[in-house]
């Protein structure tokens, strides 16, 4: 396997640029083409709108245990909303929006360490990784957020963004990683030290097809990641090492670049299943749907949850079986009940 290290550091800020690619698939690795995803079920959210503070459109979602984190990128007061999901009760809000110390300005990318209790994100005021311990934040308006990485240039001189990043422990995430060079822009796999701010390619692709963006989930306790591509009707499985594990295309796949298309846009993993948000619609127009594809560990097509709401993200509850979603409509926020 082809390794090599670079160095440096700068997460994306927006949704839509938290896109990666991974090259042509490698090795002996299983290819399976799904002829049909006729299995369509029409769903609409249990909305907890009505326990939430009004919030702008297009907000993020994270999960940690059993608290539901809102991140949104409009405001210019508090940043960050949480929702008890066990109680069914927001909690209130954190993370203080601005550009002195500690404080947040184009908060984004951000992922999460559930057993500390901590979000993490890319302050794209001093870009810089940034941690807030979301107990202690709740409970004081004053809390400023603690500076954790500062960005680096790669071997080259040119910045490194890493981004769809996973928390495995305090020295290691899993992400995505674009490597600028002088004459081309190569997209991996990686495993990134949020210590020593070094950043390690995992995977054996070398620089992929133009427009082959995808948007990546990890399962750590599952040992998956799964990544979702933006410009073809496909789905990589691969282990937590960076190795292909399955490509599974879909009725509408091709080998040639589509740039009037948009695939898949994210995805999450949970209850033993993999949930891929799937658009299949014009890049240029008005996103009207959102199709939830339902796959099996092993890639097999289950069935197709379709809202008829713009889906911007989603998040899987273990311990209530639910996926709750932010919408770019009415309900804004809400859970489908899958188990």
Request: proline share 3%.
């Amino acid at each position: 396997m082809r390794k090599h290290v670079i160095y440096g550091l700068m997460l994306a800020t927006a949704l839509m640029s938290a896109l990666c690619s991974c090259g042509q698939s490698v090795g002996s690795a299983q290819t399976v083409h799904q002829s049909k995803r006729d299995n369509i079920m029409e769903v609409r959210l249990v909305s907890i709108d009505d326990s939430l503070p009004p919030l702008h459109n297009f907000c993020g979602l994270n999960l940690l245990g059993d608290t539901l984190i809102v991140n949104d990128h409009k405001s210019t007061d508090k940043v960050l909303f949480a929702y008890d999901i066990k109680t069914g009760r927001y909690i209130g809000s954190f993370g203080n929006f601005g550009a002195g110390p500690g404080e947040l300005n184009n908060f984004g990318s951000s992922f999460c360490d559930v057993k500390g209790r901590k979000i993490y994100g890319l302050n794209g005021g001093n870009q810089m990784i940034v941690s807030l311990q979301v107990d202690s934040a709740l409970t004081d308006s004053s809390y400023k957020a603690l500076n954790v990485i500062e960005p680096r240039p790669n071997n080259e001189g040119l910045p490194t963004i890493i981004y769809n990043c996973h928390y495995v422990n305090d020295s290691l995430l899993i992400c995505s990683v674009r490597v600028p060079y002088q004459n081309t822009i190569e997209f991996h796999l990686g495993h990134f030290n949020l210590k020593t701010g070094e950043t390690t390619i995992i995977d054996d692709f070398g620089h992929p097809a133009k427009g082959n963006n995808n948007r990546m989930t990890v399962s750590v306790e599952d040992s998956l990641i799964v990544i979702f591509s933006a410009s073809y009707d496909r789905i990589r499985l691969f282990d937590l090492q960076g190795t292909l594990l399955k490509t599974i295309t879909g009725p509408d796949y091709s080998e040639n670049y589509d740039h009037q298309t948009f695939y898949f846009l994210n995805g999450c993993i949970g209850g033993g299943k993999i949930f891929a948000l799937y658009l299949n619609q014009p890049v240029a127009g008005k996103v009207t749907h959102g199709d939830i594809i339902i796959l099996d560990f092993n890639g097999n097509y289950l069935k197709t949850m379709r809202l008829n709401d713009r889906i911007v993200d989603m998040v899987y509850h273990e311990g209530t079986g639910r996926l709750y979603v932010s919408t770019d409509g009415d309900p804004q926020f809400g859970y489908i009940q899958i188990d």
